[in-house]
T-cell receptor
């Protein structure tokens, strides 16, 4: 079946550095990918919708310049957390959509020290 | 590693039929449990969640789910479905110990008018 690979699964970084998270659809082409964020004890929050070859659509309250999304091909979308701060520590998960179904990556736990 | 199983991939029902979607997880520790829904053309939406307390949780649109710890299950139910319930349904498990959210593969529900 279709698989979405997300990498890395765990990253620890220093405050002020940037972190890139990759989301790949391994055996299908995903015209649309979604990036979500989860804080402990809360439900998933959609951050942005990424369409191949065009600019991402960000949800209200999500800083475009801080969370850079690039969807350069039909199988790869990246989320870069720029100048990370401790409050950016969270669980980030991507999903990719085919015509019929939605598939989720395994997520990335970001810890900013 | 934790995992989430949703046993059916596609469920087809007639309006007014009762619904039960299965969700089983594998993780021995404390979990938070979620059911999400994605209606055609829309983004993922939280149906209900369980953190603690009463294992029978009521959500939006008449949905409910019961957490049975001994069976590692969190099945979603609705007494009488409507055509507008046609959507994809995802079960997700969050474990605070490793700060990880894991989704099931999802179930497509089609309700015939």
């Amino acid at each position: 079946g279709a698989v979405v690979s997300q990498h890395p699964s765990w990253v620890i970084c220093k405050s002020g550095t940037s972190v890139k998270i990759e989301c790949r659809s391994l055996d299908f082409q995903a015209t649309t990918m979604f990036w979500y964020r989860q804080f402990p004890k809360q439900s998933l929050m959609l951050m942005a919708t990424s369409n191949e070859g065009s600019k991402a659509t960000y949800e209200q309250g999500v800083e475009k310049d801080k969370f850079l999304i690039n969807h350069a091909s039909l199988t790869l979308s990246t989320l870069t957390v720029t100048s990370a701060h401790p409050e950016d520590s969270s669980f980030y998960i991507c999903s990719a959509r085919t015509r019929e179904k939605l598939f989720f990556g395994s997520g990335t736990q970001l810890s900013v020290l | 590693a934790q995992s989430v199983s949703q046993h059916n991939h596609h469920v087809i029902l007639s309006e007014a039929a009762s619904l039960e979607l299965g969700c089983n997880y594998s993780y021995g520790g404390t979990v938070n449990l979620f059911w999400y829904v994605q209606y055609p053309g829309q983004h993922l939406q939280l149906l209900l969640k369980y953190f603690s307390g009463d294992p029978l949780v009521k959500g939006i649109k008449g949905f409910e789910a019961e957490f049975i710890k001994s069976k590692f299950s969190f099945n979603l139910r609705k007494p009488s479905v409507q055509w507008s319930d046609t959507a994809e349904y995802f079960c997700a498990v969050y474990t605070g110990a490793n700060s990880k959210l894991t989704f099931g593969k999802g179930i497509t529900l089609s309700v015939r008018p």
